[in-house]
């Protein structure tokens, strides 16, 4: 129907609002959120930079629940609908028997892509710093730990749905210990996912919203007009870092290559919940649900790492924006 096309699943029971009539930008809030507010556990602080997957006749999702001692941790969740949520009270207990893997620090932003016959979790992974862990699971309720990707310092592992060149492949922004001021995007391979290697550059930080540092969101999404990346990017100001996104196009052989890519943000910290919160004006995307039969696309976002959110954009329209708004 559209002009460009998702590749991939049909997805009927997409969380959806339709686009309300005055709304002149690309992407449009859900009028429900924040869809998961900071105490939605008993003993959470803040639930936000959280990701969801289609999982049986619903979804599934794994969450960073912030503990109310401020303990960084994961835990699985399920939903019906996509948008109201079951989220386990226990953390996820890793099943792992690497030797220092195993010993368990925090865990905070994850990722989850189903690729050929299981789901994975990226997500960033206290290992003497930060690095990103790895696991696959079956069913959201046994994981089991891998090795971990890279080198502490390093967030925002992100992996591609599908194996490229017959390697799986990942996107990550190496970093720092602290508040990293800095941040390129970059990209990896590997067959076995132990050794990782072929490492790429794919875009560093550039001009205004994302002067400072930029990561991955989303796992890409494949599109008739290449990856479609959904990213974050930082803004210093006198007040403090401003996190927006954006999004990018990337080469579907050759993902290093960058096609097209927004010179405006997509969404910037304006609700009082993404202004507002344990760190304001952040809005920070960690996943996108996908309907290749009407291009919808529901993207999962954390506001002002407080709560989770949800927003909407129809592929015909982001590509055409970030087609006819790119600078490279
Ligand atoms: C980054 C990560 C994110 C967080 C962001 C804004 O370094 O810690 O989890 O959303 O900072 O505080």
Not at 22 to 38: H, L
Not at 126 to 153: M, V
């Amino acid at each position: 129907m559209g002009k460009y096309k998702i590749i991939g699943e049909s997805l009927k029971n997409i969380p959806w609002e339709e686009k309300p009539a005055d709304c002149k930008e690309v992407i449009w809030r859900s009028n429900m959120n924040p869809i998961i507010k900071r105490d939605h556990l008993p003993t959470s602080n803040s639930i936000f930079n959280s990701a969801v997957v289609p999982f049986e006749d619903g979804f599934a999702g794994v969450f960073r629940c912030d503990d109310k001692r401020r303990e960084m941790r994961i835990h699985a969740g399920f939903s019906k609908d996509g948008v109201n949520w079951d989220i386990n009270e226990e953390p996820i207990k890793f099943n792992c028997d690497i030797e220092q893997v195993k010993e368990f620090e925090y865990a905070y932003d994850p990722r989850v892509v189903w690729i050929e016959d299981r789901y994975y979790v990226t997500w960033c992974n206290g290992f003497y710093g930060p690095t990103i862990g790895i696991a696959y699971t079956y069913d959201f309720k046994e994981f089991h730990q891998l090795e971990n990707a890279f080198l502490p310092f390093n967030r925002n592992g992100v992996l591609f749905p599908k194996k490229i060149d017959g390697n799986f492949a990942m996107l990550s922004r190496p970093s720092d210990t602290g508040h990293t001021p800095f941040g390129d995007i970059f990209y990896s391979e590997s067959n076995d996912l132990k050794f990782w290697g072929r490492h790429r550059h794919v875009m560093a930080p550039r001009g205004w919203w994302q002067s400072t540092k930029i990561g991955a969101g989303p796992v890409p999404i494949e599109t008739s007009e290449g990856w479609l990346l959904i990213y974050h990017g930082v803004l210093t100001s006198c007040n403090g870092y401003v996190y927006h996104f954006g999004a990018a196009l990337l080469d579907l052989e050759k993902p290093w290559k960058v096609i097209a890519r927004t010179e405006p943000y997509l969404l910037a910290p304006r609700e009082l919940y993404e202004c507002v919160g344990d760190v304001p004006n952040v809005v920070f995307p960690c996943a996108a649900l996908t309907d290749s039969e009407t291009g919808r696309i529901a993207i999962y976002y954390g506001g002002a790492d407080t709560v989770t959110c949800l927003a909407y954009t129809q592929i015909d329209e982001l590509v055409e924006f970030i087609k006819s708004n790119s600078k490279l």
